[in-house]
């Protein structure tokens, strides 16, 4: 009734197909492969109208398997306000409680990725602080000054978080992934300032309130150019629509709020921070070392 490719043949130098296929007439109908005829269990041939029975259903085009079972796709995404997590669990209760027996469930794909990664966010974040840390105490080989830079990162942080919250997003892999964005972005800006103010106390003889504040004054259009050159870069992320949307979305919320909080925090709490932490770890002058005068003896002389 449809089509089968038999072989070709030449004609006038071209190569030409032979598709045997039944006439329309005898193709159109639901019965018209009745008359076909097929081999029984004796070898002879009989038409199919006598051995099978035919009637219209509904079904899938393709049918899916799985691990060699058959199977069905499920996708979806939460609602507003709710993670990833949180329909995960969702829905692992209701299949639980709803599925007959022999049927099973399995997550694939990214839902899989995030499953199997579990909250690994908890150790890379601190991992990802830590290693910013360890470079920064390197370049300046102290331990107590980067920490003026390393503080800024939390509060960069709450902002994302309170953008994300008034977006009504929810916590994603691609939130944490702006998340981890924002710990070079906030140390960048830092990092300007405090590199100049430690120039101008070490080198110049400049006290530590007066170093910072001419430090922050000095660099206050390059870092105001370079967060608002960043913000407007990423408004195309937070107004995304269409396909893939809520990836661009999430991680532009994220990053977007977290920029803003990086300039605001950065610029009147990192001179507050440099301050506290040079005072704590001045170092007290060491006490003149003071010579002991001891009378010499005399000297003797072997007559």
Sequence with gaps: ?????????????????????????FRSQLDDVLPLKTRNANGEMVPLGSVINVSQTFGPDVVQRYNAYRAADINGGPAPGYSSGQAQAAMTRVLQETLPRG??????????????????????????????????????????????????VPMCLLAAITGVLLDHGDNNI???????????????????????????????????????????????RPILMTSIAFIMGVVPLVLAQGAGAEVRHAMGITVFAGMIGVTCFGLLLTPVFYVLIRRLTARRPAPEATAASHPSAPDTQNA
């Design 174 to 220: 691609f939130m944490q992934i702006g998340l981890l964005v924002l710990v070079g972005l906030a140390c960048k800006n830092a990092i300007l300032i405090v590199e100049f103010a430690k120039h101008l106390q070490d080198d110049r003889g400049h006290d530590a309130k007066s170093a910072v504040l001419e430090a922050a004054r000095l660099r206050l």
């Design 103 to 152: 049927m099973s469930f399995e997550w694939t794909e990214l839902a899989y990725q995030q499953l199997i990664s579990g909250n690994t966010a908890t150790l890379v974040f601190p991992l990802c602080v830590l290693f910013v840390f360890l470079v920064l105490a390197a370049q300046y080989e102290s331990l107590s000054l980067p920490l003026a830079i390393i503080l800024i």
């Design 1 to 25: 009734l449809g089509s089968l490719y038999v072989n070709d043949f030449n004609r006038f130098g071209r190569t030409y197909q032979v598709v045997a296929q039944a006439d329309a007439p």
